[in-house]
């Protein structure tokens, strides 16, 4: 089975830009979260969308949204964007089974803003 | 809320030797607990996860990690590594309540390295 894809992989962008981030979770997943990974701040939880809701936030302005499509797709998008928003974004899908809520991780996209 | 605390930010031992990676936790909640591995240039890889049942949870390439509700700890170990275990581990906890399943807390990592 496929794992988790990301696209793209490698992003330079310009400050003030708007940006968005594609995730293809493994096949069946319904849930898929996103998180942004820098060297100061680790890695963060930034939302968890299923069955096309959102359904947990993270505490990140509103300039970072996401969506999630009918075939669990989702993408995520940052306007708008600061020079602080430099990191590895990182996408995960689960089963969303009781005892089945493990994550798994895509490669990332690795955005770079100037 | 949840924060997770990785006790060391980097561990430097020898090919073959024994190692355990530290982590604890603190909660208001029961939690879930995660060890990922993420490699140079990589996303995450599950290596073992605590769900519930058994305290000592065994994982790939010959981790294990043992469950301490008192001392909320979930320490990672390999009684022997090799050069391959470079990398950095990130330990993650999330809230067991439904809605809040999918969002992980990670720890800062530990770096991993394995000298020769």
């Known amino acids: 089975k496929a794992g988790v894809t990301q696209t793209p992989r490698y992003l330079i962008k310009t400050r003030g830009q708007q940006v968005t981030l594609s995730c293809s979770p493994i096949?069946?997943?319904?849930?898929v979260s996103w998180y942004q990974q820098t060297p100061g701040q680790g890695l963060q939880f930034l939302f968890e969308y299923f069955s096309e809701t959102q359904r947990n936030k993270g505490n990140f302005p509103g300039r970072f949204s996401g969506r999630q499509f009918s075939n669990s797709r989702s993408e995520m998008n940052v306007s708008t964007l600061e020079l602080g928003d430099s990191a590895l974004y990182l996408c995960?899908?689960?089963?969303?089974?009781?005892?089945?809520?493990?994550?798994?991780f895509g490669p990332g996209t690795r955005l770079t803003v100037t | 809320a949840q924060s997770v605390t990785q006790l060391d930010s980097q561990v430097p031992v020898f090919e073959e030797a024994p190692v355990e990676l530290r982590c604890n936790y603190s909660s208001s909640v029961s939690v879930y607990l995660f060890w990922y591995v993420q490699y140079p240039n990589q996303g995450l890889q599950l290596l073992l996860k605590y769900l519930s049942g058994s305290t000592l949870v065994k994982g790939i390439n010959g981790f294990e990690a043992e469950f301490n509700k008192s001392q909320t700890s979930f320490h990672l170990r390999k009684p022997s590594v090799h050069i391959s275990d470079t990398a950095e581990y990130f330990c993650?906890?999330?809230?067991?309540?439904?809605?809040?399943?999918?969002?992980?807390?990670f720890g800062k990592g530990t770096l991993l390295t394995v000298n020769p």
């Open positions: 993650a906890v999330s809230d067991r309540s439904g809605g809040s399943n999918y969002k992980l807390t």
């Open positions: 096949s069946g997943h319904r849930s």
């Open positions: 995960a899908s689960s089963l969303d089974q009781p005892g089945r809520n493990e994550q798994y």
